[in-house]
């Protein structure tokens, strides 16, 4: 029986495709560019874009920059505009502008005029702030140093602003100093027992660069004869060789001229020193006048300094090591995080600091803070007494305390008589009460002072005492201004206020 085979018919196609529409293998995609094994979005920096009408609505309506513009509604800019009374020249900028323009870039830690000039062009917030406006660093420079002490006031009216907003009393108040850096280089600094070995040293060395250039110009003038520099070509010595030996003499009267000058700047550095030694002296007469002593008896210590860059500023300890700096000093309420009194000082020490900060605090914000908290450096007696003699409870803490040693236990019963006034500090600060009150410190003065430092103003831009006072009081009341928009106090117009 012969076996009988069926041919089974040929599947049919479920989708015939042409040939240039099939999809191109993986393999000739690889081959013809790189694939990822995840796909990316379409990167195209010069396409076309249709961005909005106005910067505003790019930034968002939360947007520092957006909050700083509404400031000028907010704001008193009087004492600003106030210095502009002649008419004269090209039309300047506006100084609300301008004021709001420093005061962001303050709040973003920017306080180099160079850099601010750059930010205009590149930076679109700092474009939206200034409308399209360009100032170069010069202009910002000139802006800043012209109007120190309406900073001072604008710095008060960020307190009028908060009590207007919501600010209506002050529970715990929190004062501490800071040491902030100059800009000044303690190797720029001199004691004054080095002063006067210097200024004997540059004596000799000035004299010894005259004799020397007097010598090559004595020798010169009987060689070449008087007001000749012997460099001049006339006809006879157009040879070569005789010009060459002609330069070679040149190039001596060139060194006796570089020794006069190197005379003149040591005269100057002999000046600035004398000039330093002298406000050293003067300093330590009022001093012993002060103190009741015979002024012209008077001499500085072999230790005081004097720096030839910023004069006024101090070398202080900060951070283990020492720096030229200023002691800068805050009193910020617990609650708001608000700075209500700042000052800038040359004295490392904060004692006797006290009582001039609550001083401050009342005519800042006419309010009396409840307590006070403040470190072992403002522990005075005298002072003490007169805050408390305002109504102010003072927790000042007495000492330093280890760290990780254990607190002692809280004192019970009466207080113990014949306990000195700094005891019955420590005995209060011992209570559960005065534990509780002081630790608010840690978290109310310490962390804004990190904040100005850090996110504001890491060192002064400018020299002197009475400017460094007037760009502290701008760091404050942009620190202050940053606190508002953070916690979202709504801010009213300068009419609604009035009203």
Partial sequence: ?????????????????????????????????????????????????????????????????????????????????????????????????????????????????????????????????????????????????????????????????????????????????????????????????????????????????????????????????????????????????????????????????????????????????????????????????ARGERPEEAKPSEKAQRNFTDPESRIMPRGGTFQQSYNAQVAVDADTQLIVAQEVGQSSSDARQLFPMVEQVEANTELVPEELSADSGYLCQQDIEKVEAKGVECFIATGRDKHGEEAPPAPRGRRPAGMSFKERMKRKLSTKRGRKAYARRKVTAEPVIGQVKNGVLPRFSLRGLTKVQGEFSLACAVHNLKKLWKQGWELPSLAAQAA
């Fill in 1 to 289: 029986m012969s076996a009988t085979t069926t041919k089974k018919p040929e599947q049919a196609d479920l989708l015939k495709v042409a040939a240039s529409e099939k999809p191109e293998r993986e393999e000739a995609k690889s081959s013809a560019r790189f694939t990822s094994p995840r796909p990316f979005r379409e990167w195209q920096p010069e396409q076309g874009q249709l961005l909005p009408q106005y910067a505003r609505e790019v930034l968002g309506e939360g947007h520092l920059a957006c909050f700083f513009v509404d400031l000028r509604k907010a704001l008193d800019f009087s004492p600003i505009l106030s210095a502009y009374t002649k008419e004269c020249g090209q039309p300047a900028y506006h100084p609300v502008m301008m004021a709001l323009l420093l005061m962001y870039a303050y709040a973003r830690g920017i306080t180099s005029s160079r850099e601010i000039e750059r930010r205009c062009e590149t930076d679109l917030a700092f474009r939206y702030l200034t409308g399209g406006e360009r100032p170069d660093h010069d202009t910002v420079c000139t802006f800043r140093v012209r109007h120190l002490e309406a900073f001072r006031v604008l710095f008060v009216d960020t307190l009028r602003l908060a009590r207007s907003s919501g600010l209506k009393k002050l529970g715990h108040l929190s004062v501490d100093g800071t040491k902030v850096k100059a800009n000044a280089s303690k190797h720029k600094a001199m004691s004054y027992g080095r002063m006067e070995e210097c200024m004997k040293k540059l004596d000799e060395q000035i004299d010894r660069l005259l004799e020397e250039a007097a010598a090559l110009d004595a020798e010169e003038d009987k060689r070449y004869g008087k007001g000749r520099r012997g460099d001049e070509l006339p006809e006879e010595l157009k040879d070569p060789k005789k010009r060459a030996e002609r330069l070679r003499e040149a190039a001596r009267q060139l060194e006796a001229e570089k020794k006069l000058e190197l005379a003149v700047e040591k005269e100057k550095r002999r000046e600035k020193i004398g000039k330093a030694k002298e406000d050293l002296e003067k300093e330590a007469r009022e001093k012993a006048e």
